[in-house]
């Protein structure tokens, strides 16, 4: 986790492409969209089976601690399967779902994108920052940020999202719930 | 200015007449009690500088020196393990200019420094020294050992750690009182005892610290019609309530609301393992706490203690509400397992809570969204002057063989909640806690 331990040097040979680079930008720009129109079922076409969404909770420490801000063992806001994500995201398919309606209107912020070579061939470590902006009923804003680390993968359908973690900065989630992803 | 200064000042807080506000006889509630900031301000005083308040579990100090930060009411303290192997809680305020003396909300540490003139204290709040120590030589009022953090009482309740400013409140054993055996249920179940899985999820909510007290204490009510979305895509069916064999319980306004169906919060975590572990184990909960109450562990049911702390048995989640002012509190929610737990099964509680009790859970983000405008409806001064009603189940008291406290029939009760703000209106009521009236089996 790069987020809290000194960055490695990767002495991997492979350098993204312009076109790679661009890309991988669009897929994120697509996503992002998807998620502000609330389109989970072709959000959720971006993922590769394997796929899992890892948001853990904040804690301050003390620089000098032995434990970082963000440790695997802890409480997370999403520690979650593609299947388990699906599942979350069918509650809001309800008529039912009542603080859903009216909507909460969304915007998703990708921004900062780097694009390295990761372990596998033909994956790459993306990192990007991600800001959402909600808005509900009259007056309710919510604003949430974090750093992405996505595992983007080539296969035959194109770019595919294999894996994702995002580093949030609020300790204390601001807001009373996180109805979107990041 | 001239209406200004000829309006007739608010009755101040302490002489208003609380069990008039809090009509528990007839079920009727005054808004003012969410919104008033004096109200609130007596609140921070008579109810959380005086009760016992939840302040973290035993496991979250495994050795010598690891220390939490948290909040009694708004006053910060740091509970810390000391060399002896005692649990200390005391204010996170200097003695010297009132600084914050820590900043981390957990960790290991040998003392706690104040960042500005360096003042360093022990694991038990004690002054150890100063910066530029020998200034003080001559200075008759320095007395290290009158200058420590201002210390509460700590108590323990098997692994439950609490701590009170009162000196005169009694013993967490009577607080809790007959209120243990129900606790038990998730306490001790197993002989291993429990644990907090590490870390914590925190959220803001802009609404009464009460709206989500009571939602626990007894509000059984609310989850087949607020949470009818969630139920539809995990159960794939409506939320029902046994109406023969579901009840509600208090203690001094300590509540739960409860069915006898064994898995009925369980399966709602969405994690066939932790409902077949209380199936395999529900023989083994009866010898500890007996037949009736083995059925209570993952059961359907909701509950609170007196005031901010609660827990749902299931999905083993437990939270504290902590008021930030009368229309905003922090909400902090941890997972409790069995230390014996196989670790799958708590890494199934962990990622289940995240996934259904959490602000990103599937359950929990409704809540939110009804407790915030519960509050902000009641900016409005006509508003605010329509009560309340609380009126469900008046005649529901029972007797029952086994179930101590006040025991009401049938889940879907206000009766929980009546108890409970009848405890709020005697502690805000009373000057001291002698006044308190014993309601540990006194509610209609």
Not at chain 1, 133 to 150: A, S, T, V
Not at chain 2, 111 to 117: D, G, Q, W
Not at chain 2, 255 to 279: H, Q, R, S
Not at chain 2, 397 to 404: A, I, N, Q, S, V
Request: proline letters at 3%; hydrophobic letters at 40%.
């Amino acid at each position: 986790m790069s987020v809290n331990a000194v960055e490695q040097a990767v002495a991997a040979p492979r350098r993204a492409s312009l076109q790679l680079v661009h890309d991988v930008q669009q897929l994120l720009y697509r996503e992002a969209r998807l998620l502000d129109e609330q389109r989970y079922d072709d959000w959720f076409e971006l993922m590769e089976d394997d796929f899992r969404l890892w948001i853990p909770v904040p804690q301050s420490r003390y620089r000098r601690d032995g434990q970082g801000i963000y440790e695997p063992r802890r409480m997370a806001h999403f520690d979650d399967s593609l299947s388990e994500l699906k599942l979350r995201a069918s509650r809001w398919k309800e008529t039912t779902a009542w603080s859903e309606d009216p909507p909460t209107r969304h915007v998703h912020y990708v921004t900062n994108i780097e694009v390295e070579p990761a372990e596998a061939a033909a994956e790459w470590l993306v990192h990007s920052v991600v800001i959402s902006l909600r808005n509900r009923n009259e007056d309710e804003e919510n604003w949430l940020g974090g750093r992405r680390e996505d595992v983007i993968r080539e296969t035959a359908a194109g770019l595919k999202l294999a894996g994702r973690k995002v580093f949030v900065t609020q300790s204390v989630l601001m807001a009373k719930n996180f109805n979107t992803f990041l | 200015m001239a209406d200004i200064l000829q309006a007739k000042p608010a009755p101040p807080a302490a002489t208003l007449d609380y069990h008039r506000l809090v009509d528990v006889e007839n079920g009727w509630i005054d808004r003012r009690i969410f919104w008033d900031e004096g109200i609130y301000q007596l609140e921070l005083e008579r109810i959380f500088a005086r009760c016992w308040v939840f302040v973290g579990h035993e496991s979250q100090f495994a050795a010598p020196g690891d220390f939490v930060t948290t909040y009694i009411g708004q006053d910060a303290v740091i509970a810390a393990k000391d060399r002896q192997g005692a649990i200390n809680v005391f204010l996170n305020s200097c003695s010297h200019r009132g600084n914050r003396v820590c900043f981390a909300e957990a960790g290991n540490t040998r003392r706690f420094t104040c960042n500005f003139h360096g003042w360093a204290f022990g694991l038990d709040g004690g002054l150890l020294g100063v910066h530029e120590e020998e200034q003080y030589s001559a200075c008759a009022t320095f007395d290290k050992s009158k200058l420590g953090l201002h210390r509460a009482r700590v108590g323990i309740y098997k692994g439950l750690v609490f701590a009170t400013f009162d000196a005169e409140a009694p013993s967490l054993d009577e607080y809790l009182g007959d209120y243990r055996y129900y606790l038990d249920v998730l306490l001790d179940n197993d002989a291993s005892g429990t644990e907090f899985i590490e870390g914590n999820v925190k959220s803001r909510l802009g609404c009464n610290w009460k709206f989500a007290a009571e939602n626990f204490v007894g509000d059984a009510y609310h989850a087949g019609w607020t949470h009818a979305s969630a139920a539809a895509a995990i159960f794939k069916k409506d939320v029902k309530v046994n109406i023969e064999r579901s009840y509600q319980a208090n203690v001094n306004g300590h509540g739960t609301e409860f069915g006898l169906d064994l898995i009925g919060n369980a399966m709602g975590l969405a994690e066939p393992e932790v409902v077949e572990y209380l199936k395999e184990n529900e023989a083994r909960f009866a010898e500890r706490l007996g037949k009736l109450r083995s059925r209570m562990v993952g059961a359907m049911s909701s509950s609170n203690v007196f005031p901010n702390l609660a827990y749902l048995t299931g999905f083993n989640t437990w939270r504290t509400w902590t008021p930030k002012g009368p229309h905003e509190i922090e909400l902090h929610t941890w997972v409790l397992v069995n230390k014996d737990m196989p670790e799958r099964l708590k890494e199934a509680y962990r990622r289940g809570v995240s996934r259904t009790f959490s602000p990103t859970g599937m359950f929990e983000s409704d809540d939110g969204e009804n407790w915030e405008h519960c509050t902000r409806s009641n900016a409005g001064v006509v508003t605010r002057r329509q009560k309340l009603h609380y009126g469900l189940g008046m005649d529901s008291r029972m007797e029952h063989e086994e179930f101590p406290g006040a025991v009401h029939r049938v889940q879907l009760n206000d009766a929980n909640q009546r108890a409970f703000y009848r405890r709020w209106a005697d502690l805000m009521s009373a000057a001291s806690w002698a006044d308190v009236s014993d309601r540990s089996g006194a509610t209609r």
